[in-house]
């Protein structure tokens, strides 16, 4: 059975992809602002011009949208309105070759192929990058985009809600001081699971992404902080004593000003760097 969204031809879905198609326009209009550096989010940030929030690459021109899972091109056909090209890549190869006669005579270029394997130097600078990324594979994509040697000046992701609130909570993960490390990281607006066909289990979340052109800390910190993650529930001086006996562990938490009662989501990078710096150096 063929149906229509917003105006764009609807073929069946492949749960094993984790296919679900966002089909409220204004949404649809409203990450593409975002994407594009301008717009609300939600209650949360302002992002216009006036506001100390504002996204710092709002004033750079970027000509290039580089989207990621396209689907039916829904959200591409308000990127199309926004940037001079959009590059789309699509893993599922019929959606890939559908996709272009969605939009005769628009500057789109639709790569068949798997984000996690895309040459991010292939797209010229500077360029955004917007998707409604599949829940399994969250993660990889995020540290695929944050790592590239060609970085985004702004990534607008649509995930998990639950996840974005971890990368954006100040209860740490492994995931969110990953991401803290290399982005400025801003919450936006959160959509239904009943704004989708077929719905998911669960609701969505946008997440803007400023990749920094600086890491905050030393990538080797993060040797201590997966050592600290093994047992993110136990306090951390138990967990560091693999390194450190835990009556050093204890001096080095007294000097540091960090709580012997602190466990690993407690500390923030800064904390992170200090304890690595008195373990290692």
Known sequence: MVRL??????????????????KNRAILEEIAELVAGSGLVGDSVDYTANSSASLSSAKTEVEACLEIGPGLGTLTSSLLRRFKKVIAVEFDKRLADNLPKSFPGKNLEVINGDILDFDFSLIPRPYVVAGNIPYYITSPIIEKLLTA????????????????????????????????NRAEVFPGPVVLKGEFTPPPKVDSQVIILEPLKKLRVAD??????????????????????????????????????????????????EDWEKLYNKIYK
């Open 5 to 22: 969204i917003s105006g764009m031809r609807m073929v069946g879905t492949n749960k094993s992809l984790g296919q679900h198609w966002l």
């Open 149 to 180: 040697e060609n970085l985004a000046e702004r990534i607008v992701l649509l995930i998990q809600k639950e996840v974005a609130e971890r990368i954006t909570s100040d209860k740490e993960t492994m995931l969110s001081l990953f991401v803290k």
């Open 220 to 269: 080797e910190v993060f040797k201590l902080i997966r050592v600290g993650f093994l047992s993110p529930r136990k306090k951390l001086v138990h967990n560091l004593a693999s390194i450190k006996s835990k009556e050093e562990v204890g001096e080095i938490f007294r000097e540091s000003g960090i709580s012997l009662d602190s466990r690993p989501g407690d500390l923030n990078l």
